[in-house]
């Protein structure tokens, strides 16, 4: 579908409100700069130390102590500093004393190792989490799950170079009507690397093996709506929705509650990154090149077709469709690259 063109005015009004846009937030954050610099200069600050992201509000972070996790406060961010984001770590300054309004200073930012990202409400990728380790692909047995929908995820998880892994939340809805459509539908998947994890949050079945998975390093949960994702940060952190504005109000600065992203440290190990932008992850402005490199199966044979414009449906010498005739590639699983090629050809 073609996008609608805008006349002269509209598209007049739409540039207008985004200057006035970008001015309010380069006033933000020429204040936060401001204000950090003051406190730099009136010597208001602890030593340089590390820490990370827990929070991020805008022109100010939550910054929590990597060396003394109980150290936690709102820091301002210095000039011409990076970006951040929910995950990532920094260098920073913390207040000292009351002088100092209890605000720290952030100086840098730390080599990320990952990145998650998105497209703005213009159409720009825009990181929204650093630093993940695992992403966790939700799905359930209602909504129905589609093998077109799981491979999207995984080709999105792929392509970020974190480590996908399949949940199949809501086990109690189990019964013998979906039971093996939902193990065809799944049973590719750890011949291929990807591990699947089986839950019900009502009777507790898998949550062991869940928080075992997730008790090293940093993950996020993404998926359809309507899969649990919601339920299951709620039975993994009972607090974790009255955590910002709890937040808000133990450091007595009650504006700015809302945040992109927040990192919650899981009780049995690990973290977990959580907001609704992230668990709507998905493939955003990907190439056919990453599109096919995201079909793990596909890698051996990618650059081996006898034509460079191979469109790998059925031309002479195409490694990919000999592949799929000796049964390297399933057929479920080209179909879900053709389906994914077409949808992206559409969308661009």
């Known amino acids: 579908m073609s996008k609608r063109k805008l006349n002269r005015r509209q598209q007049w009004r739409i540039e207008k409100i985004q200057k006035e846009r970008e001015e309010r937030a380069r006033k933000r954050a020429q204040s936060a700069e401001e204000s950090a610099e003051q406190a730099l200069e009136e010597g208001h600050l602890g030593p340089e130390q590390t820490g990370l992201v827990i929070a991020n509000y805008g022109t100010q972070v939550l910054i929590e102590g990597e060396s003394d996790p109980v150290l936690r406060q709102r820091c301002h961010l210095r000039a011409n500093i990076d970006t951040l984001v929910t995950g990532d770590r920094v260098a920073w300054n913390p207040a000292v004393g009351e002088s100092g309004g209890g605000y720290g200073v952030v100086g840098a930012r730390l080599q990320r190792h990952s990145e998650l990202q998105r497209p703005d409400r213009y159409g720009d990728l825009k990181t929204v989490a650093a630093n993940i380790d695992r992403i966790v692909i939700v799905i359930a047995p209602y909504p129905e799950p589609f093998a077109n929908a799981i491979d999207r995820y995984l080709v999105a998880a792929e392509s970020t170079g974190i480590h996908p892994v399949l949940l199949l939340n809501k086990t109690d809805l189990i019964d013998d009507r979906n039971r093996a459509a939902l193990e065809e539908l799944l049973a590719p998947y750890p011949g291929l690397g990807y591990p699947i994890l089986r839950l019900s949050t009502k009777t507790s079945e898998g949550l062991p093996e869940l928080l075992d998975t997730l008790a090293q390093g940093t993950s996020v949960f993404v998926g359809q709506s309507g899969v649990g994702k919601s339920s299951l940060v709620n039975a993994l952190l009972p607090g974790a929705g009255a955590r910002t504005g709890a937040l808000?109000?133990?450091?007595?600065?009650?504006?700015?509650?809302?945040?992109?992203?927040?990192?919650?440290?899981?009780?049995?190990?690990?973290?977990?990154?959580?907001?609704?932008?992230?668990?709507?992850?998905?493939?955003?402005?990907?190439?056919?090149?990453?599109?096919?490199?995201?079909?793990?199966?596909?890698?051996?044979?990618?650059?081996?077709?006898?034509?460079?414009?191979?469109?790998?449906?059925?031309?002479?010498?195409?490694?990919?469709?000999?592949?799929?005739?000796?049964?390297?590639i399933s057929e479920r699983r080209m179909h879900s690259f053709l389906h994914l090629r077409n949808s992206l050809e559409s969308e661009n």
């Open 248 to 328: 808000s109000e133990a450091t007595q600065k009650g504006t700015h509650t809302t945040t992109a992203a927040e990192l919650f440290h899981l009780p049995s190990g690990g973290d977990l990154i959580d907001s609704p932008g992230i668990r709507e992850f998905g493939l955003w402005h990907m190439d056919e090149q990453s599109l096919l490199e995201g079909f793990v199966e596909f890698r051996p044979f990618i650059g081996h077709c006898r034509f460079r414009d191979c469109r790998h449906q059925g031309e002479p010498g195409c490694a990919i469709n000999e592949a799929l005739a000796r049964g390297d």
